[in-house]
Each structure stands twice: as C-alpha cells, then as structure tokens.
C-alpha cells in the first residue's frame, strides 16, 4: 500500500483536512490544550505519526473493503487501533500478576486485524531509521515481528495449552521486557496515595495545580456518575462492599477528546489501612480513529456511548482486566472508569541500539500482538465478534504464508517514508499558521 502520488501541496491540504476532523473541537474548547498536543507531534516523524492514527487509517481507507488476508472475519476483529513501538508495558492484572503486554486501549475498535500490524510495522520503520539503522536491518526487524506474530497465532489456533503460550511475567518475559517488570515491582500504591493525597483524621486529596475544587452541585453529580458505574461493574469484581466507600473527589485538568476536566475519586480499597486506598478516574472517551472508517451498523449499535466501547474493548483485549475498569455517564457524554494504576512503566526504547536485542524484542511484540487478538473473541452470542480470531486469522494467513513477512516489510518502508514527508509538511502547516484554530 503506498499513499497516492498528490503534489506536496495536495498532501499538505489532506494532512490539514483530517487533522481538522480529528483535532478541531479540541483546538475549539481548549487551544492551549490542542496547540501544546500537536506542537509536540512536530517533534519527530516518530512523534508524528503516534498522534496521527486519523490520518493512517485516512490512508488505509480503501482496505476496509478487502485486500490480503482480509475477509468477512479477519476484517472484523477487536484490534488495539494504535499500536506502535511505545503501545507496550507493564500493568497489574486482576490476578494480581504484572505483566507485560500492550497498553492504552483508547483508540480500540472491530476492524481488519492487518491494520494493527502495519500501524506497528510502520513505526518500526520509523524508530529504526532514527537509529540509523539501514533497510536492510529495518525490514529484517520487521520479518521477526510478523513471523513471531504468525508463529503464535498458528500455536493458539491449533489447540495450544494457555500454559504452552504463557504471557510475558517475571517468570517468563526476558531481556528488556523482563527490564520493564522489575522496574514496576519497585513501584507502590503508597508512593501513588503519597504523591496524590495527605493523611488527616482521613486520607484526603491534595490540592495542586492541576486539581480542582469542586463545588456541591458538581461533586453530587460525580457521585451519581459513581453511581452508575458500579452498575457496569462485573458481579466477582470486588468482594468486599467497603471498598466502593468514597473518601474524597477531586478534579483534574485534562487533555481529553475536548479539553474537558477528568474526576478523581479516593475509594477505601480491600481493606481498612489507609495504605491500601485506590484511586480510580473519570475521563471521557475519545471517538477512535479506526470508527471513522468501519461504517457497519452492527459495530455501531453495539454500544451506548464511547466510554462503553472502551470498556468492552479493553475487556476483549485483555485476558484479566483492570477489576476497577467500567463506565458511566456524565454530562450526557460517555466516560471510562479506570484505577490510577502504579504499575504502569513504559517499554523503553531509549538504550536500545543493537539490532540483535532489538530483534528478539520486536519478535516478542509479535508474540504479544498475537495473544491481544487471540484473547478478543466471545462466542456468547453478545458480541461484536463472535468467532474464534486466532483460527480465523490462522486460516488467512495459510492461504498466503510466503507473502505474509514480506508484504508486512514493504509496507513498513513505503508508510515511513511516506510519513517522513508528511511530518515536513506538517511542520511547514504549523510554521505557516494553516492549521485551524492553532
């Protein structure tokens, strides 16, 4: 896939034409908030491209009608919708296990599964020539991905033991993800409680620059919201009825779809020690990129509002979900309810030069990338996707094993140099003053 031959100022007006879909309202309501959001995205080609999944799928556009490995069932699969070199981490799983895996479902959607891999190979080919490593290099850092990928997926569609593919833990990750789990083992809820709050007679939320009071009407319609998601909540979620127990609400400046504020919320917790409070968060949702161009009906109505679809999504994504993570309503607006979490560290990329470690990282990603859409089928009947994605995708890829690696290498090169010019042209929109509302 290669974006169509326009002269530069065609792109620069197609870049400026999504980016006012996608960013519009926000640069609207909040400019400070939209103008320091895609400032940063000028950074790097790199940066660019996480902040412009509208304009990848704007690109990809056509492939929702079909192209390899894509039919009836592999085009309606629960995918990531960013995932990209820096969508991986750790997190503390509702068995109490960290683990490493992607992160940050926000932009989750039903769509072809091959629009997941090609965001991540694209950024891989993006990440390896700001390490000067040459095409050559980059397309062989991509084959390992798409060859764990596929190597998985045929291990899980064939009958394999979930002890047989294990997810990555300490007890099974190694190198640089290992890395990433030991650093989140040092990291504790009381350093989180200690950063957010204070102890008086009880713990409280303290008061800092990016907290808002909140006055009465404001807190009462909070806990109505409250409320609300703990309707949403699964019935094994929580033993114990204290732990729903609010001790303090707070807002938060936020950064979200319209520059809205999130709500904060101080819950007691599992137990009466005041080391053991949770903090859990009220945001909106954002409208995925991915949702801009799957226009099935189906998919549509299957949820209420945009928090809703995040929630099921990240429950379809993950094998054992935040047990905190539900939703609600606020303000007429769908929001996601979610545990400010300690445990999350990003996978860092920063001391990662030599291509070999590189390599067996990428094919662990691969690996990872597998089990995120193995783990998002439901055969319950109430579901989105109601087949087996694993077999289904097994079976796609076997009509064209020896294309598979190869097509994933080719895109990879044509989108990054394709997303080498649009950042140019981006930067020269934001120099000129051409973007709305920036």
């Known amino acids: 896939m290669s974006v169509p031959q326009r002269s530069a100022g065609q792109r620069g007006e197609e870049i400026r034409a999504v980016l ?26 790199l940066a660019f491209y996480r902040g412009t999944a509208c304009l990848f799928y704007h690109d990809l556009d056509a492939e929702k009608r079909g192209g390899p490995y894509l039919d009836d069932r592999t085009s309606r699969v629960w995918i990531h919708g960013d995932l990209h070199t820096e969508s991986f981490g750790s997190g503390l799983d509702a068995t109490g296990r960290l683990v490493f895996g992607a992160t940050s479902f926000d932009e989750a959607y039903v769509g072809p599964f091959t629009w997941d891999l090609k965001r991540f190979a694209a950024s891989l080919a993006l990440l390896g020539y700001a390490k000067a490593l040459g095409d050559e290099r980059i397309g062989g850092l991509v084959e390992a991905y798409a060859t764990a990928y596929r190597e998985r997926v045929h291990a899980m569609a064939t009958g394999a033991k979930s002890d047989e593919v294990p997810p990555f833990t300490l007890d099974t990750a190694q190198g640089p993800l290992l890395d990433t ?3 989140a083992r040092t990291l504790t809820r009381s350093s989180l409680l200690d950063a957010l709050t204070e102890v008086r007679d009880e713990r409280r939320f303290t008061a800092d620059a990016d907290s808002i009071e909140l006055d009465a009407a404001t807190r009462y319609k909070v806990l109505a919201a409250f409320d609300g998601y703990l309707e ?3 019935d094994a979620s929580l033993a114990r009825p204290e732990s729903y127990r609010v001790k303090d609400v707070v807002g938060r400046r936020g950064l979200g779809p ?17 080391e053991h409070d949770v903090v859990i968060s009220i945001r909106q949702a954002a409208t995925p990129a991915v949702s801009r161009h799957i226009t099935d009906p189906a998919i549509r109505g299957h949820f209420s509002h945009e928090g809703h679809r995040t ?8 094998t054992h979900p935040d047990p905190w993570l539900g939703w609600t309503e606020l303000d007429g607006a ?28 990428v094919a662990d990603l691969g690996r990872a990338t597998a089990a995120l859409h193995a783990a998002a089928d439901d055969r319950s009947g109430d579901s989105p996707v109601p087949f087996s994605t694993e077999r289904a995708i097994d079976a796609a890829i076997a009509a064209d094993e020896a ?3 190869g097509r994933l290498v080719d895109f ?3 989108y990054a140099a394709q997303v080498r010019e649009d950042h140019q042209l981006f930067v020269d929109l934001v120099r000129g003053g051409r973007i709305p509302g920036l």
Do not use: C, K, N
């Open 334 to 361: 769908g929001r996601v309810v979610t545990e400010v979490s300690p445990y999350r560290v990003d996978l860092d990329w920063s001391d990662l030069d030599d291509p070999e470690e590189i390599a067996s990282v």
């Open 311 to 318: 929630v099921t999504a990240r429950r379809a994504l993950q």
């Open 232 to 234: 949403t909540l699964p």
């Open 20 to 45: 006012d879909t996608a960013f519009g309202e926000l640069l609207a309501t909040d400019p400070a908030a939209g103008g320091a959001r895609l400032r940063r995205m000028a950074a790097s080609p």
């Open 412 to 414: 990879a090169h044509a």
């Open 258 to 274: 319209a520059g809205l504020p999130s709500y904060d919320i101080l819950l007691e917790g599992d137990s009466d020690a005041l």
């Open 181 to 183: 789990l030991r650093v």
């Open 403 to 405: 294309g598979f690696a």
